[in-house]
């Protein structure tokens, strides 16, 4: 019941001054509300990162071939062409791997009757379904033996069947790609950009024979596509055995060691994307976080300053209460609540500040958001402890003062 007194008697002298207090009160909802945006964009941040990590995978590494080797009296562009359907076989065949899948891809236009779009084919075969942890929406995948007889048969991306036929009815159609017909046989289910900006709903995916054989002319692979088995996704150890496999048999395949020649092959892991990206994400959060932090003590010092205030303009109302039997805690605990009662008014308007900037983002801009507890807990915990904190000093100041002197004050 005292305690309630206290509170009332605390929330009238706050009243008292009112642009003090709502001066002191905003300076706290501002550290507030900057440490749940930044909370909320770092979480959102993180979500996106696992998203696109159950979307992409941990145990893919993609094999690429080198760029040519260029010299001052020649300038050459383009890849090597020493990769091919064997190596692939050969990759398959390591113990670290689970699958290798061969392919071909290439940016080309690909039409329909009164539409036309830019689109990657995509030479493969039926295990780069499992293998790019794609999805079929419509019809059916690519099989074996699409590839034995070299079908012209096509798989379309989710961009490419809403571009070309309005998101239905593309099954059964036809399309041509460099002027051949190929006959829609399924849709793929929407997948979206991967961390490292590629759009994987713009594709059209054929057998690898018919790539080769009857569009592209070519004998060799610009990608091999290997999923490692059981990978370490903490340590990345086993993606990193996988790769060191990969390139000690493609360096004996290519006879690379007798000649001592550079590695004509690339070996991307498209996991550590993912892991830098993370990175990336936790160091602008902790950095962000420290912003709001030292916000959330200026709002402290603000309260500071409001009480130190308060107890010398009330030194003789203090005396009074001193004289009339009150006691030093319980001087203490008045001017204690009055911090706090700031500090929780701060981080309550905080709250509603950061909600709706917080809802501003995520309907203004592309960024990801998403509002923590924990992160809400802790700033009601951080406003607690700044009242407590930068009102203990002004509070412990006016418990101490000698009732003769704070009467004489008055």
Known sequence: MRMFRSAGASIRALLAHKLRGVLALS????????????????????????????????????????QV??????????????????????????????????GFESDMTVKVPGNAMKALVLG???????????RIREGRFLDEDD????RRVAVLGWRVDRNLFGGSGARGQTLRIRGIPFEVIGVLAEKGALADGSDED???LI???????????????NSIFVSVRDPDVRD????????????????????????????????????????????????????TSGLAAISLAVGGVGILALMLMSVKERTGEIGLRMAVGARPVNILVQFLLEAVLLALGGWVVG????????????????????????????????????????GWVPARKASLLPPIQALLAE
């Open 124 to 134: 493969t075969t039926a295990p780069y379904l499992e293998v790019g942890r794609f």
């Open 69 to 102: 080797a260029s010299s001052a009296a020649r300038k050459i562009r383009g890849v090597v062409t020493t990769m091919n359907v064997t190596d692939c076989q050969a990759i398959a065949a390591l113990d670290t791997v689970r699958q290798a899948v061969p």
């Open 202 to 204: 713009n594709r059209v």
């Open 147 to 150: 590839n034995e007889k070299a």
């Open 351 to 390: 709250m509603a500040l950061g909600a709706v900037a917080t809802a501003a983002i995520a309907f203004g801009t592309d960024w990801k958001v998403a509002v923590p507890v924990n992160a809400t807990v802790a700033s009601l915990a951080m406003a607690a402890v700044t009242g407590v904190g930068f």
């Open 236 to 287: 990345q150890e086993t993606m990193g055995d996988a790769e060191k496999e990969i390139a000690r048999v493609l360096r004996v395949r290519h006879r690379l060691d007798p000649a001592g020649k550079p590695d004509d092959f690339v070996i991307r892991n498209r996991s550590q994307v993912l892991a830098n990206q993370k990175q990336l994400a936790d160091s602008l959060t902790a950095f």
């Open 207 to 221: 057998p690898i024979r018919t790539a080769l054989r009857r569009v592209l002319n070519a004998a060799w692979l």
């Open 27 to 66: 300076s706290v909802a501002a550290g507030v509300a900057a440490v749940l945006i930044t909370s909320a964009i770092g979480a959102g941040a993180q979500q996106e990162v696992l998203r696109k990590t159950e979307t992409m995978g941990t145990d893919l590494l993609i094999v690429t071939p080198a």
